[in-house]
T-cell receptor, first 114, second 116 residues
């Protein structure tokens, strides 16, 4: 099992560029989420999905888009990058059925927007 | 509204000292889970423990122990005889049942520095 994988690990963008952060899991988890981590802010939820074809917004969704066409993949799209989106992005997955299920995190993507 | 507060932003101790990281949570739900995660300097998030709201037993795992008290809405984490390898940012998190509440609500983290 590879667990949760994220690509790329590092990315530098210019303001206005678009890109997709990839996230994949091989554990057949229903729940997948994207968080961003900023200094002194902890992790904040961007978008989440409870299964293929179902997504919803989290705490800080503006400027981001997601889709979930398969159970395994949950890409995060930055439509027009802004310096405020400079952050470390974590993807996570878990089984559904209750909050006691451990969320498994990917290694993170460090994004810098100039 | 749900919230997790880690009032200690940074803590610095000398190796072998005991240290307690505080976590206070807010929720109106009666059923929930609490978690602690460790984020070492390498950046990954490492799961440490989960505790459900019906289980107030303290937990000990080696040098780590956790004290869960529903009466004060606290889930504190103690490291006994700290070591340099314990240096990390530690996050406390809350998770509720169902839908959007199935996701983790994180505190802002406590950065622990253990000096030799």
């Amino acid at each position: 099992n590879a667990g949760v994988t994220q690509t790329p690990k590092f990315q530098v963008l210019k303001t206005g560029q678009s890109m997709t952060l990839q996230c994949a899991q091989d554990m057949n988890h229903e729940y997948m989420s994207w968080y961003r981590q900023d200094p002194g802010m902890g992790l904040r939820l961007i978008h989440y999905s409870v299964g293929a074809g179902i997504t919803d917004q989290g705490e800080v969704p503006n400027g981001y888009n997601v889709s979930r066409s398969t159970t395994e993949d949950f890409p995060l799209r930055l439509l027009s990058a802004a310096p405020s989106q400079t952050s470390v992005y974590f993807c996570a997955s878990s089984y559904a059925g209750g909050p006691g299920n451990e969320q498994f995190f990917g290694p993170g993507t460090r994004l810098t927007v100039l | 509204a749900q919230k997790v507060t880690q009032a200690q932003t940074e803590i610095s101790v000398v190796e072998k000292e005991d240290v307690t990281l505080d976590c206070v949570y807010e929720t109106r739900d009666t059923t929930y889970y609490l978690f602690w995660y460790k984020q070492p300097p390498s950046g990954e998030l490492v799961f440490l423990i989960r505790r459900n709201s019906f289980d107030e037993q303290n937990e000990i795992s080696g040098r780590y122990s956790w004290n869960f008290q529903k009466s004060t809405s606290s889930f504190n984490f103690t490291i006994t005889a700290s070591q340099v390898v314990d240096s990390a940012v530690y996050f406390c998190a809350l998770r509720l049942y169902g839908g959007s509440q199935g996701n983790l609500i994180f505190g802002k983290g406590t950065k622990l520095s253990v000096k030799p």
